[in-house]
């Protein structure tokens, strides 16, 4: 056994080395990482063995016997009962190990436009500037795959039931992911990562609508216009009827793609669909 600490020092005093869990695959590919980030799509088997320290001699792992799920419900709740308690704020919806889903108030706040390629009939948003401009209300899920970013039809808390908008948000992907570029992603799904997803999202520079996002709005001039529409006249509320709900208007960027129906996806439907 490669050199490892026995003892692991957590609160409530030291935890020491145990039991280990070997896994096999039939053939695993080699690119696969250790915390298991891509699927095996092959024959697999796990089997579970006490570990026995020798006096100041390395740890040796010793005969196991296959892991059941018993033993993978034991160890899910110990190692449960490990996690620190924290009080929920009012805007979190969902604190999960894999995903932390939470609603913005809509807002005016400073935006950062830098256009990689804008019109020429622009009023407010021609040069790289910041302005302040309203946004409205956002539904934000955050996994281990990214951000999903959603707008919500009315400033309050959404339930299971809440219709989900398209966002307008430049640098949005049409399927809600926020397309990162070069922004530093939090390391935790954790509450308090929460101020740095939302700066990733609102303190980063807006370049250009992602393809197909101009699909999502309703009205004429697409996504620039708009946003340069609103910081041109000072605006202090967005026009939430300008936003198509999530999934419809986005047909034809692939063979056999169909509309959904208006309205179709909700917050509930939304957060069990991001679980996968």
């Known amino acids: 056994m490669s050199d490892h600490s026995t003892h692991f020092e957590a ?20 690119h696969l990482k ?24 390395p ?24 996690a620190q308690p ?42 790289r500037t910041t302005l302040p401009v309203p946004y409205p209300p956002h539904l934000l899920i955050a996994t281990r795959h990214g951000l999903g970013v959603y707008a919500l039809p009315a400033n309050e808390r959404p339930g299971a039931e809440t219709p989900v908008l398209h966002s307008p948000i430049l640098n949005v992907f049409a399927d809600g992911r926020l397309c990162w570029g070069n922004i530093p992603k939090p390391r935790a799904l954790s509450i308090a990562s929460i101020p740095a997803y939302e700066s990733a999202l ?25 946003w340069d529409d609103l910081a041109a006249r000072g605006a202090r509320r967005f026009p939430v009827s300008r ?20 309205c179709a996806v909700t917050v509930g439907r939304l957060i069990a669909r991001s679980r996968v």
């Open 59 to 82: 740890p040796t792992i010793a005969a196991g016997s296959p892991l059941t799920r018993a033993h993978l419900r034991q160890w899910s709740q110990a190692l449960g009962r490990t």
């Open 86 to 127: 924290e009080l929920l704020p009012e805007h979190v919806l969902v604190a999960h190990p894999d995903m932390l889903a939470w609603w913005v108030p809509a807002e005016v706040r400073p935006a950062h436009f830098a256009l990689s390629d804008p019109p020429a009939d622009l009023h407010a948003l021609a040069a």
């Open 11 to 30: 609160s409530g005093g030291g935890l020491v080395l145990t039991n280990a869990i070997l896994l096999y695959a039939n053939q695993a590919p080699r």
């Open 243 to 262: 936003l198509k709900p999530f999934g419809a208007g986005t047909a034809g960027q692939g063979r056999g793609q169909r509309r959904p129906a208006a």
């Open 202 to 226: 609102f303190d980063s520079w807006s370049t250009h609508p992602n393809p197909g996002q101009d699909r999502t709005i309703r009205g004429k001039g697409g996504l620039v216009r708009l």
């Open 34 to 57: 250790a915390c298991g980030a891509s699927s095996i799509d092959t024959a697999a088997f796990a089997s579970i063995h006490a570990v026995e320290l020798g006096g100041d001699g």
